[in-house]
């Protein structure tokens, strides 16, 4: 009964039928991500119906994963409507080039936007094969129970319900070789924010906690637990405390949205969306 519940999900994200097609998108991120909230399905069937979407508050993470359908079914993108200031959301790199500046300019140019807006987009300047083998590594270690849940209460710490269904820290495992060296490269951008973080924030950066590699949420998956014991919830509440930076890489291995908004957003208006890419 589930399989056949999903199918017909995945026949209305693709607009069709065919078992090639629909075989082809199942495991894609951006699809999975619609399956996994039935209500994306109805901003899908406005899509489809080239019909007026702007009222619909997900329509970029739809987007996504119908053009991710359209083009594996051979469509292409230009079967879609024009979404004129649907779309507009989508935005450039804050930052192209970090890796190669100084760490003083670094340090101003990043840090200036995360003053301006509170983030910072930065384009990676890992390896592809760093990348790929990292993605490899925690796939194995998912499918070896290596990876826990967070409680739920706690995922809008992180990146929500949708971003940290499935989270592992890295303490040093050999089976963690290429995510200890994406560990690394983020660990160097912080050390070089922490420079002057206090000139840039007034805020002074101490110290960061282990790395965490942090697995999207399947429509396979149920929901994560809730918080009961009052010791974890100490913990987290001591965590969100202490901690004022947040930074991660974005490691694919599809391109998946990210939508950042004040913790007390009161509408749309105040969502910022853009595609990363891997």
């Known amino acids: 009964m589930l399989n056949v519940f999903v199918n017909s999900l995945l026949q209305r994200v693709a607009g069709s039928t065919d078992a090639g097609v629909l075989e082809a998108i199942r495991e894609d991120a951006s699809v999975q991500e619609v399956l996994s909230r039935p209500s994306s399905i109805r901003t899908v069937e406005d899509i489809h119906g080239n019909t007026t979407i702007e009222k619909q508050p997900n329509v970029t993470e739809v987007l996504l994963a119908v053009n991710k359908a359209n083009e594996t079914a051979g469509r292409g993108a230009t079967n879609l409507p024009d979404f004129g200031q649907a779309t507009s959301s989508f935005s450039a790199y804050d930052v192209e080039d970090w890796a190669e500046l100084p760490w003083y300019a670094k340090d101003w140019r990043i840090g200036r936007r995360l003053v301006e807006k509170g983030f910072c987009i930065l384009k990676g300047s890992l390896s592809s094969d760093i990348r790929h083998e990292a993605v490899k590594e925690a796939m194995e270690l998912r499918k070896t129970g290596g990876f826990k849940r967070l409680p739920y209460e706690v995922l809008a710490g992180f990146f929500g319900e949708m971003g940290s269904a499935w989270t592992r820290e ?83 291995p599809s391109p998946a949205m990210l939508a950042i908004c004040p913790l007390l957003a009161e509408d749309e208006s105040q969502v910022y969306r853009t595609q990363l890419q891997p």
């Open 170 to 252: 890295l303490h040093g495992d050999p089976m963690e070789q290429a995510l200890q060296q994406v560990e690394k490269h983020i660990v160097q951008l912080g050390t070089d924010l922490a420079h002057c973080s206090v000139a840039f924030s007034g805020l002074r950066l101490h110290g960061h906690m282990a790395g965490t590699v942090h697995i999207s949420r399947t429509f396979e998956d149920t929901q994560n637990p809730a918080l009961t014991d009052p010791e974890v919830a100490n913990y987290y509440l001591s965590l969100f405390m202490r901690k004022k930076l947040k930074l991660f890489c974005f490691l694919g």
